[in-house]
């Protein structure tokens, strides 16, 4: 959760006045580098949200993100968490060295998104670069798959936040 671009994006939103709830991913928890298979993560963070959606986010819109395998979690659950808009950072399209391998793809988790998302994606990342799509603006930053240009994250945030896209004008 202190990695530059997870700080970067959540130091946009909250000034754009946007609450932020930052959640560890439980492979993460247990001190394993590896992640759980993808069902568990889903299950997990479905959970934890079901929770948050109780108490701290009752009745308000909740944008999901995450950073690399996170972003696919955020992606595979955004419909059954009634995300309002999708934030991915770093979304690892392919193993690298596999983009020409279709079967290896997992662009089809980002093109099941149909809220509006934002991906922040390094303009070298060996995972590869998605395209445009419907309701997906593709931000290119300098780098490589670890996105260390903070202030290149902060600014895609801000100026897709202050877009309008989660109607920030009409929340209390």
């Given at each position: 959760m202190e990695s530059p671009?997870?700080?970067a994006a959540r130091d946009a939103a909250l000034e754009a006045v946007?609450?932020?709830v930052l959640v560890e991913q439980p492979y993460r928890v247990a001190g394993r580098r590896s992640p759980a298979p993808a069902h568990q993560l889903d299950t997990a963070w479905t959970s934890v949200l079901a929770q948050l959606r109780e108490d701290a986010l009752a009745d308000l819109p909740v944008m999901c993100g995450g950073r690399s395998s996170?972003?696919?979690?955020?992606?595979?659950?955004a419909a059954e968490?009634?995300?309002?808009?999708v934030l991915c950072l770093a979304f690892p399209v392919h193993p690298p060295g596999r983009g020409d391998d279709p079967t290896k793809s997992r662009l089809s988790?980002?093109?099941a998104v149909t809220v509006p998302t934002l991906v922040v994606q390094g303009e070298r990342d060996p995972f590869g670069i998605p395209p445009e799509g419907p309701n997906r603006t593709v931000v290119l930053v300098p780098g490589t798959h670890s996105l260390r240009s903070t202030a290149a994250i902060g600014a895609a945030v801000?100026?897709?936040l202050g877009s309008g896209v989660l109607a920030l004008d009409k929340v209390p």
């Open positions: 671009d997870l700080v946007v609450s932020v996170g972003a696919r979690v955020a992606c595979r659950t968490v009634g995300a309002a808009a988790e980002l093109d801000s100026d897709w």
